[in-house]
């Protein structure tokens, strides 16, 4: 009833109420029916006073196995490296912390009441890829213009898509484009999982005019590759593609079209 007065950025559903002389005792909701007075320390003092804490609730999802820990946040201070140290992991190749909604790591460094989750993906090394954009900068100076090429370093989990990459770094995909190995532009919808890490991509102006489509038959659940790529790409090029980022052996697969092998 009170928290929006406290002008905190936090939803109800991830908060904890909690009694401090308890030890920080978390109230369950059979707990909130209770009348105040079954809290005070003496029934005959009546200007007692007792101390409550709204504390944060973090939900932590490993990827892996689906388990899931709940941790209460007690410092507005804590970052995702002092979080991490809370963990109590058999693994210690549970290294980064990172969310469904923004699928990109979150740096150690960041504290956790600045971000908009409060459930977070616990993720490994190798579940994780590490993404590289050169984009052009261009500058003035002294009436001439000058431009320079800068990488933009990043790391995001294997299950986040091309679509994450444009939404993280504020890429209108009408104007820009994020060219792959100098040749294709993914589909929006193609998980980083394909791609081999580090992933090098180019930030473009260029809009390729030719949209393909390759549709991996060889299992039961067939997967399909989308690209826009320039009209002078050839079949042979087409076929290396499709093989790399499908993970399969190039000499046991050709292409087809119209049920014809090119």
Do not use: G, W
């Amino acid at each position: 009833r009170y928290l929006p007065d406290l002008n905190l950025n936090i939803s109800l559903y991830n908060c904890q109420l909690t009694l401090s002389k308890t030890d920080d005792q978390i109230l369950s909701e059979d707990d909130f029916q209770n009348p105040v007075e079954i809290y005070l320390s003496n029934d005959d003092d009546h200007d007692e006073i007792i101390h409550f804490r709204i504390s944060v609730l973090i939900k932590i999802l490993k990827n892996d196995d689906k388990q899931e820990e709940t941790f209460l946040l007690k410092d507005n201070t804590i970052t995702i490296d002092q979080l991490l140290q809370q963990i109590e992991m058999a693994d210690d190749k549970y290294q980064y912390l990172t969310t469904n909604d923004t699928p990109k790591i979150f740096s150690n460094n960041q504290t956790i009441l600045h971000l908009n989750t409060r459930n977070f993906i616990l993720v490994k090394e190798d579940e994780t890829c590490s993404v590289l954009i050169d984009h052009e900068n261009n500058t003035s100076m002294n009436e001439e213009n000058t431009s320079t090429t800068e990488i933009l370093r990043q790391r995001f989990a294997k299950f986040a898509k091309v679509v994450n990459i444009l939404k993280e770094n504020n890429i209108d995909h009408e104007k820009q484009q994020l060219l792959y190995e100098n040749d294709i532009v993914p589909s929006e919808d193609i998980e980083l999982a394909m791609f081999q890490s580090p992933i090098h991509f180019q930030l473009i102006d260029t809009r390729f005019s030719v949209f393909i489509t390759i549709i991996n038959t060889d299992n039961d659940n067939s997967h399909s590759l989308k690209f826009h790529c320039s009209s002078s790409i050839t079949m042979k090029r087409l076929l290396d593609i499709a093989c790399q980022l499908f993970h399969i052996n190039q000499h046991y697969y050709y292409l087809y079209y119209e049920s014809r092998r090119i």
